[in-house]
């Protein structure tokens, strides 16, 4: 018997099989391929802002006499460390919602977690300066706390409490992350979570018995790396190291979203089923720029408590969290330098509105929440670039 081999031609090896993650491309249309960081031009115009930032702040604020018109008050000087530490956030949020997806309205809690953190650091400095002269804080000594909880071994150290900033931040959001991007959580139902996670950290720091100062939190604070806290000189180096975080989170989040990582990370944004198809599994991808998010946050939060001089459980509020997406609204999410404008632009006008007119402060706060999305859905920065667009012939 004759065995009959099938004459059907084989197709060969594919060789030139399109690149699959070319097929990413059409979910991110406004990010190029690999575009240069910064041009040259605004890389010398960040440059040399940074410098003229870096001499002119020393100048004015220490140089200068008081009854100059441009000297730069205390006052002026933690307004502005503020504003910057809220951008900080806002650039933070805006890599989660802007370019993730993911509409987070607990990120106050990474925040006031990083406060905490060096806050636990600026309480054991004070030392037996305290109003009981003792090696406990204050506020233990009046609770009749007799020795230092575990969790506050180490704290006296700086090293310690600035790592604390970012890992506990970073754990805290991972685990969260992770058990609630497995379980596919997504839109209003994830922002509703975020939102009970802070609050409910709100009522636990609340409580005297966690041995975080209760309802009044930490203050008093004397010194910070051996310098006294409210010397100008100590000032002044505060608010350089926050712009200069300020601007390094910047480049290093524009370096992310404009990489490869950052246009998966668009994908899972714009099509997250899709993404899944072409063999990319999102949660590694969420849980990175979640994580990420949240240790910015933390850092935020740290430069924030030794400028203000208080931190407390009010900075986990769920209305911190919906402040910080108003400002990334406003200013334009998705864009990076938008969160930036949007902070420092509502919270200018809170200064101002909380000054002259504080019993209409909420009202125009509600009032912003709702017409910026009905008109200016792309923000400020959607304002910027239609006028652009406009005079281009």
Known sequence: MTSVTSSAPVSPARTDAPDERAALSGFAPGLPPRPALLSRRAWQALIALIIAIGLGVPFTALVLPE?????????????????????????????????????????????????????????????????????????????????????????????????????????????????????????????????????????????????????????????????????????????????????????????????????????????????????????????????????LCGIAGALYVPQVGIINPGEMSPGNSIEMAIWVAVGGRGTLIGPIIGAFAVNGAKSFFTANFAEYWLFFLGAIFVLVPLFLPNGIMGLIELAVRRRKP
């Open 67 to 295: 009854s100059s018109a441009f000297h730069l008050s205390a006052y002026a000087m933690t307004l502005a460390g503020k504003f910057m530490c809220y951008a900080i956030a806002a650039l933070a949020l805006d890599l989660v919602w802007g370019y993730c997806g993911i509409l987070s309205l607990g990120h106050a809690l990474f925040f006031a977690l990083g406060g905490y953190a060096i806050g636990m650091y600026l309480m054991r400095s004070i030392g037996h300066e305290g109003k009981y002269g003792s090696d406990l804080p204050d506020f233990m000594v009046f609770l009749d706390w007799h020795a230092l909880p575990w969790y506050w071994e180490g704290t006296q150290h700086l090293w310690y409490a600035l790592l604390l900033v970012v890992v506990v931040p970073a754990a805290i959001a991972w685990v969260f992350g992770f058990f609630t991007f497995r379980s596919r959580v997504k839109g209003v139902y994830l922002s509703i979570i975020t939102q009970a996670m802070t609050f409910a950290a709100m009522l636990l720091f609340y409580r005297n018995e966690t041995g975080f100062g209760g309802n009044n939190g930490f203050t008093d604070f004397k010194r910070i790396a051996g310098f006294p806290i409210t010397h100008p000189g100590t000032r002044t180096a505060l608010l350089l190291i926050t712009f200069a975080v300020l601007v390094l989170s910047f480049i290093g989040a524009r370096a992310i979203v404009t990489s490869k990582l950052g246009r998966v990370v668009t994908a899972v944004r714009d099509g997250e089923t899709r993404l899944m198809f072409l063999g990319y599994s999102p949660l590694a991808y969420k849980l990175f720029v979640w994580t990420l998010s949240a240790v």
